[in-house]
């Protein structure tokens, strides 16, 4: 495989972490050199989100998307939510995110976080931007406040559902409302039933996605995820599809040019 002639986006990292903080430069310059030429990091709160911009005028590869994560939405102020407002009329910004609802490790603030969600959704559509979203055990929950939700948005992509791991029954219902799916490292797990889910798929709502420093493949679990990994799920995803990486790379290119008006 040759990589110079693949180009691939990687749709979700946070490059912001402290965990890059020695080798950042390093870290976006062997992505380029694996092709991944686009990576949009994704803001976790004010200050994550500000951090994000920043790193997007300093790299010509990195894009933004700015909002604040369930995890950090815990007495969220609606004046954060008007920062966020104001970040994301930044022109590297494409997206508000990354935003959702994570009942796995607090269901203490689930009002909290749906109040954050349902704000960001309503700023998201004001702004006519695509959302990030996060969602962990709270399908059912997040299913509800997305069918109301997208009646209003008009964009012409609502967003993705980051770091997809659900079954084919609740990614239709998903897809159906007009989302993206992202998928990650994690498919190549060896516990990893993406498989039937991918196939399921339309072509046109596949996209891909590290989440570093999260989530690293198979290869390199237990260590740092970098946007350079992403070509082990880009090979991952087209040995499910039965198609090549450079099909698949072209392909979730292309959405995600789309979903985040790349051009
Ligand atoms: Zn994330």
Redesign the pocket.
């Known amino acids: 495989m040759n990589s110079s002639k693949i180009s691939i986006i990687d749709t979700?990292?946070?490059l912001d972490g402290e965990e890059f903080d020695s080798d950042r430069d390093a870290v976006i310059a062997r992505a380029a050199e694996a092709g991944i030429g686009r990576i949009i990091t994704?803001g976790?709160s004010v200050e994550a989100s500000e951090k994000a911009i920043a790193l997007a005028e300093k790299y010509p590869a990195v894009y933004a998307a700015v909002g604040i994560?369930p995890q950090e939405i815990a007495g969220v102020k609606k004046t954060e939510i008007s920062r966020i407002a104001t970040l994301a009329k930044h022109p590297r910004v494409v997206a508000i995110?990354?935003m959702g609802l994570d009942f796995h490790r607090s269901v203490v603030y689930k009002d909290e976080q749906i109040k954050g969600l349902k704000w960001q959704l309503e700023l998201a559509g004001e702004l006519q931007l695509p959302v990030?979203l996060?969602n962990r055990q709270a399908t059912n929950e997040m299913i509800e406040i997305l069918s109301g939700w997208v009646q209003k948005a008009t964009a012409d992509s609502p967003g993705v559902i980051?770091?997809f791991q659900e079954n084919a029954d609740n990614a239709r219902i998903f897809l159906n409302m007009g989302f993206y799916l992202a998928f990650g490292g994690y498919i190549g797990y060896p516990k990893s039933q993406m498989a039937e889910v991918i196939k399921i798929v339309p072509q046109d709502r596949l996209v891909v996605?590290t989440?570093c420093p999260?989530l690293p493949p198979q290869k390199y679990r237990g260590q740092r995820n970098e946007p350079a990994y992403i070509k082990l799920t880009v090979e991952k995803m087209a040995e499910i599809r039965g198609t090549n990486i450079e099909t698949m790379a072209k392909i979730t290119s292309e959405n995600a040019e789309r979903l985040f008006k790349l051009k």
Do not use: L, S
Request: include cysteine; charged fraction near 20%.
């Open positions: 979700h990292a946070h994704c976790t994560h995110g990354e990030i996060h980051h770091c996605e989440d999260y």
